[in-house]
């Protein structure tokens, strides 16, 4: 599990579309640093420092992974990203961005590339009252003092004015659900993703308990008479597994989720039993299926069939490298039946076919994104 831990920081435009660059910056930052859990009005006042137009000044609560030097550096490419040129001479210069840091947690870092708590922040009223709004009583490190008092010291004359616009806060997927399933074919990165969740946003996962079942191997080498054994001890581990760990809240866990759901058992009934064995099946299925809570967003990871193949080698079961492109069309054919017949399901398909989302971390935001928003 990652440690998350505070931060507090500073956004100012001055030019372009203030109120975008604002909003783009806050989108960015719930997408690569962390969740956004306040964000401040926003605040009008004068360049500070040097001759431009004005200013438009929030200030945002983080929950960030990264340590200071990571988050430091992601912010500086979120300033690229929205505009910001590289500094050339010292001075002050008018820009579509620029994100400071103010606070992280009560940690005092002086080196040559980042000071905290930030050096001026007690001398401006542009950082002061936006931080005062969302957070008064922090203390500051060093002053000892809460920031509301310290914005009462503040000796800055400057006028600041609170706008009526306002900025989006990007909800993050662990404040949206509580129970995320995710789907997919043989191969199709499903228990990867899950894992990758689970550790970015303090879920309780739940992983499929596959490699624990005898029938399996038996069944990639012989699978008329391994089927209904197969499929029926997989229905009642899997019945049994989520009724148990649905119901047990973790006080220490923002949501559950999940590499599989209980429908998976009648997709791949569907495929592998005889006719009068799949009937038999589902009477037991739909007594199950019943009692299992319903996730708050089913999602199905689609992956074509070659690069399924090559997940499959790649990984090294043995028993599955015997598994056919043919058997993997059907599988993936019995996963879009079931979501065009679920129409009460929250369904988000997410095709992997091109990603990279265990070592491409743009990838990876993408999905997060698409998460999201669903």
């Not at 706008?163 to 659900?177: A, Q």
């Not at 499903?190 to 399996?216: C, G, S």
């Not at 599988?331 to 065009?340: D, E, M, P, Q, T």
């Amino acid at each position: 599990m990652k440690i998350l831990r505070s931060t507090y920081l500073s956004l100012g435009s001055n030019k372009g579309n203030l109120l975008q660059n604002l909003q783009d910056a806050i989108d960015l930052i719930a997408e690569q640093i962390g969740c956004i859990c306040k964000v401040s009005s926003i605040y009008k006042t004068a360049s500070w420092g040097f001759v431009s137009d004005d200013f438009y000044n929030i200030c945002v609560e983080v929950t960030t992974s990264l340590n200071p030097e990571n988050l430091l550096e992601t912010i500086h490419k979120i300033e690229k990203k929205i505009g910001r040129q590289k500094k050339i001479i010292s001075e002050y210069e008018a820009r579509p961005i620029d994100i400071d840091i103010l606070l992280f947690e009560q940690e005092i870092i002086f080196s040559k590339y980042l000071s905290v708590p930030h050096k001026e922040m007690l001398n401006r009223k542009f950082v002061l009252v936006p931080l005062a709004e969302i957070a008064p009583n922090l203390i500051h490190p060093i002053e000892k003092q809460q920031i509301k008092v310290c914005l009462k010291k503040c000796t800055d004359s400057s006028t600041i004015e609170k706008l009526d616009f306002k900025i989006k806060r990007p909800i993050s997927i662990s404040e949206k659900y509580n129970f995320i399933a995710i789907e997919g074919n043989i191969g199709a990165g499903k228990t990867t993703l899950t894992k990758m969740i689970a550790e970015d946003f303090n879920a309780k996962k739940i992983l499929e308990r596959f490699a624990d079942n005898p029938f399996l191997p038996k069944f990639y080498n012989d699978n008329e008479r391994y089927a209904f054994p197969l499929e029926m001890s997989f229905l009642a581990d899997r019945y049994q597994q989520l009724s148990d760990d649905l119901a047990q809240f973790d006080l220490f866990k923002n949501f559950i989720v999940s590499d599989y759901y209980i429908f998976k058992s009648l997709i791949f009934a569907q495929v592998t039993l005889q006719k009068e064995e799949y009937f038999l099946y589902r009477k037991m299925f739909d007594i199950m299926y019943k009692e299992i809570t319903k996730p708050d967003l089913y999602i199905y990871l689609y992956q074509n069939t070659p690069r399924l193949i090559e997940n499959i080698k790649y990984r090294g079961r043995d028993y599955e490298q015997n598994i056919s492109p043919e058997y993997l069309d059907k599988i993936h054919k019995g996963y879009v039946g079931f979501i065009k017949t679920e129409e009460k399901l929250n369904t988000l398909i997410i095709d992997v076919s091109d990603k990279d989302f265990v070592n491409n971390t743009e990838d990876y935001n993408q999905i997060i994104k698409q998460i999201a928003n669903a």
